[in-house]
């Protein structure tokens, strides 16, 4: 799993037929303590979530898993939002 932040949104007029009423999000991971890392990513929003949310997104086969995913040509599904991340040391 994929702790990231939602930070856009993605249009696409023209998709595969299985994606049509999808919602398509732009996220950036991050770490535990909620600094940006590495690079962007689409996912395909599943438990709609919004700009500035804190997300879980699973990727490769496991995104075919979630709700409605079966067959679908996705990489990476948001699959939950955080409402908490907590570290203990």
Known sequence: M???KI???VVATRKDERLV?????LARP???SGKLQGG???AIDTVDA???E?????SGSSARMAEGLK??????AIVGIVDVVEVKT
């Open 2 to 4: 994929i702790l990231a």
């Open 7 to 9: 930070v856009g949104t």
């Open 21 to 25: 009423s999808s919602k398509l999000l």
């Open 30 to 32: 991050i770490d535990p």
């Open 40 to 42: 962007y990513l689409v």
């Open 50 to 52: 919004g700009e500035g």
């Open 54 to 58: 804190t997300v879980l997104i699973v």
């Open 71 to 76: 067959d679908a040509p996705v990489d990476a």
